[in-house]
Structures are given as C-alpha cells and as structure tokens.
C-alpha cells in the first residue's frame, strides 16, 4: 500500500494572503426577488414559478438534464450557466456531491499530530470538528454543533486541554464526544443529556490527508476506522499508483496555508484548473516560461484526472540566477469533486475548494516542500511570491467567467479537446446529480 507524504512538524508560517469578499449572497429569496433579480443572476426560467419542494426538485433535475454525459468531448456541450448561478441548484448540488458523496479532504495529519490536537472547517453548511482524542489518540470527527442550542462549538485549530466547552452557555463535551457537562439543566424533565453528544462524522487519515464523509454508512458502527487499502481504493482508485511515480508520497515539511475568498462558483475554479494548460499562454506569461506546454497531457481515472507538463529546463525554466522552483516534470491531480494536488520541483501544493454560495468559493492552498530546503527563507519567500502571482492571475480570470455565466447573452458553451480532465468532471457531476 503506497502512502502520500509525511509530512514534518511546520516551520514558522509565511504570510497569509486573503482576498475580502466585496458582496454578501443570501441564501434565502423569496419568489418575488426571483424574478428581480433573473437580469442580474441568469436564473433558469423555470424556476422563477417554483413554490414547493417537489416543483423545485423536478425544476433542478430539469437542470441536470440539460447535460448528456454521453456525447464524447468533441461534440459536447458544456453545463448551462444556470448551473454556476441558480441558488436552488446550488442547495440540491450541496446535498447530493458533498453531503451525499465519498470521501473528501478537508485537512492535513500533522495538523492532528498530537492527542487534544483539533482544527475546525466548513464544507458547504456542515460545520465540522476534527480532533484526537486523549484516551486512544484516535481521530475523530463530528459537527461543530452544540446539542443546547446550535452554537457553534469550537473555532480555528490548535490543543485542548481535555474537552470543547460551548462559548455561549457552557456545555461541555469530551474529545471523544460524550455530553459531560450541561450547566443550568437542573429540574428540567424529559432531557436525556446521555443521547444529547456531538453528532458524529466519518473521518480517516490517508498519507498526508484528512478525509471526512459527511454521510453516514448505515452498515458501519461509530467505532469502525477505515483501513487505508480502502480509503485509498475508494477516495483515490487506480490513480494511487501514478501519483506515487509523480512523487506525491515523498517526505515533506509544510510551510504555510493561504486562503482567497473569490467572488465565483465553485466549479469555476475547478474548471480554469482542468482546461489542459489552454489558457496558461494567455494569462500566465511567466509560468509559461517555466514550462514545455508541447509535452502536456492529461490522464482520466475513475474519480481523479492528471495533468502532467514538462518543465522548461534550459529554454527558460532555470532563470540565469539558478532560481526554478518547477523543475524538470509537473503532475496536476483533480480529486472529485474539489481537490487539487501539484507536484512540481521541490514543492507540492494542494488546493481545497470549499463552495460559500452560488457565486463564491474558498479557496485553501496548503504548501509543502522538500526536507532539504525548509530553512531557505530566499527560496521558500520567492516561490511564494511566484505563486502568488499565478493565482492573483488565476482569480481575475474566474470572477470574469462568473460575471459573463451570469450575462444573458450566454447559455452553454463547447469544449475543446484539450479540456478533457474538465469534461470528466461535469460528467462526474452528473453522476452524482441526477436522480
């Protein structure tokens, strides 16, 4: 069984860079500002008479039909761009590809090196908590979600001393999720404080990665932990193997984490990574020069696609100073549904694309790096200003898609034969989307 890296404790994190939001979606809209705001959001016409949940459900799987999974990538058309905008498919994608599908990552081990170790997240409106617990230093996982009432329990990541105690009225829960403690409940009858714990979630550690799955297998007890044979069977499939030649299980040290909030879907983002390169001449002049675009090439498995580029050696990836931070060989691996691992030179990055609305995403890029390198500061200061640049370039480009998705004048469009890592995914999609 192959395993992705392991990775060292971090070294001091580099600055952070988050881009602010400029607009606040609602998630909740009346009928009425439906049809107010169609101009402006490109709602499907359909949906703008929808009244109860059955109506809006056959509305949106009008929606998913309006991609066939079945025409090959050279006749195809791409996902009507109600699919990046309508807020009612948005809330039926949430439930059906990320509370309803396989495993996801949301996090990595060295951030759980530790028993009381915990860091917190969000994927879509599931708020979750991952720890390791003080008795067996076993991993769990459950809703970041008071029994009393709903606040949420615990923020950011970091140690516990033994428990999480709710900041709004003191409830107190073991790291193992057992209600030990719930203030102010005396005389109050018909409570059964023993079945009031955290709700818990699926977790499992592969290699570097924390996966959780948000459903519940019905067939598995609590206490049952994945084996990494079948996370690794079911999250990565026959794909394992070439990320190991790619060299996605060397050792590693993780450097930072960087967050953009970008005003787009999520699948924007998710599609600019799998067009094959098509628009790294355009929009990324530098990463260009540093890679052989000649030699690209894209390889599909059952839930993962690679992307893989040569580097651009002595043509002008090595800069007269000796400076290369992509080496001779770059492996891009899109994990369904939403994320990412580069492997490139010394580095590798990852990208987790957590969806905030119809039109925002997150975007967390963790990166790690080559034992050998960790102390230079020169080297790691300016890879990351590298970096940072393509995806500066990388954001501009998707909230430009997403204002043109939410334009009148465009429905659907083609692909071309390059983008057939994208492609792959809306037929992924697909699969997940229909009923």
Known sequence: MTT?????????????????????????????QFARRRRRSCLHPTLLCTRDSSSRVFATSKLVEEFDPE?????????????????????????????????????????????????????????FVVCRDD????????????????????????????????????????????????????GIDNVPLNEMGLRP????????????????????????????????SEWLGSSAGRLSEGGVD?????????????DCNWKVFCDNYLDGGYHVPYAHKGLMSGLDLETYSTTLFERVSIQECGGGGSKAGAEEDGFNRLGSQALYAFVYPNFMINRYGPWM?????????????????????????????????????ESERVQMEDVVLCE??????????????????????MHHFHCLLHQNLKL
């Open 201 to 232: 979630l699926r977790v499992a550690v592969w290699g570097p990665f924390v996966l959780l799955k948000v459903n519940q297998d019905k067939s598995k007890k609590e206490e049952d932990f994945e084996s990494d044979g079948s996370v690794a």
């Open 400 to 421: 430009s898609v997403q204002r043109g998705l939410e334009s009148p004048a465009y429905d659907k469009g083609r692909y071309a034969l390059v983008e057939k890592a």
């Open 71 to 127: 025409i090959p990538v050279e006749r195809a058309s791409t996902p009507p761009s109600s699919w990046y905008t309508d807020p009612q498919f948005h809330r039926y994608e949430l439930d059906r590809v990320f509370y309803g599908g396989g495993w996801q990552a949301v996090g990595y081990s060295d951030q759980i090196k530790e028993n009381r170790d915990f860091f917190t997240g969000r994927l879509g409106e599931v708020e």
């Open 349 to 385: 990055d990852t990208n987790l694309v957590i969806p905030l609305g119809p039109r925002k995403c997150k975007v967390v890029f963790d990166y790690f790096l080559d034992p050998s390198l960790k102390d230079d500061e020169a080297f790691i200061r300016r890879s990351l200003e």
């Open 4 to 32: 992705l890296a392991t990775i060292t404790p971090p070294s001091p994190a580099f600055p952070s860079s988050t881009l602010k939001p400029t607009t606040r979606f609602e998630f909740g809209v009346s009928v009425s």
């Open 250 to 262: 060397s050792t590693l040290s993780f450097i930072c984490r960087r967050e953009y909030t970008i």
């Open 135 to 186: 008795d067996e230093g076993k991993v769990r996982a459950f809703h970041n979600v008071c029994s009393h009432h709903a606040s949420i329990l615990a923020s950011g990541c970091g140690r516990r001393k033994s428990c999480f105690v709710c900041p709004y009225h003191g409830w107190t829960y073991n790291l193992n999720g057992s209600l030990v403690k719930a203030t102010r409940m005396t």
